[in-house]
């Protein structure tokens, strides 16, 4: 008997999963912030560091984010990566837009992009499952 192969369902597109992955980063991010802020009004960060903080939950935020794209598709691992910390910064662009916060627009927004897009990348690089070798047994 011949045995037919059963499809697997399709899994999300490339663009879905780096969309679920840049949501994640910014659920991340908002938690992130949140605590930091918290931080900030009890004492125990200064406040002059804001921007700094908000670098660094950015890029912990992509990482996140990326690492679960990254898991989800399986494949195109650094490009995904790439993909997710593009959206995560394009979507934390247009919040800042809305917000009318010059910060965006001013020297920390280069610091924004790159830290989005290498958390994305350093995901896509670490988040990929190694191939099985197919040696001699």
Do not use: C, D, Q
């Amino acid at each position: 008997m011949r045995r037919t192969k059963e499809k697997k369902p399709e899994p999300l597109g490339f663009a879905a999963n780096a969309g679920l992955g840049a949501l994640i980063a910014l659920g991340v991010a908002f938690v992130l912030l949140f605590i930091a802020s918290i931080l900030v009004v009890s004492g125990r960060l200064p406040e002059r560091g804001m921007g700094t903080i908000t670098v660094g939950v950015l890029f912990v935020s992509s990482l996140a984010g990326a690492f679960a794209a990254v898991r989800r598709h399986r494949s195109r691992a650094l490009l995904m990566g790439l993909a997710e910390g593009g959206m995560l910064y394009a979507i934390t662009l247009v919040g800042g837009i809305f917000v009318e916060m010059p910060m965006f627009f001013g020297g920390l927004s280069v610091f924004l992009f790159a830290a989005a897009v290498s958390g994305g990348v350093v995901a896509g690089l670490i988040g990929v499952r190694g191939r099985k070798s197919k040696g001699l047994r």
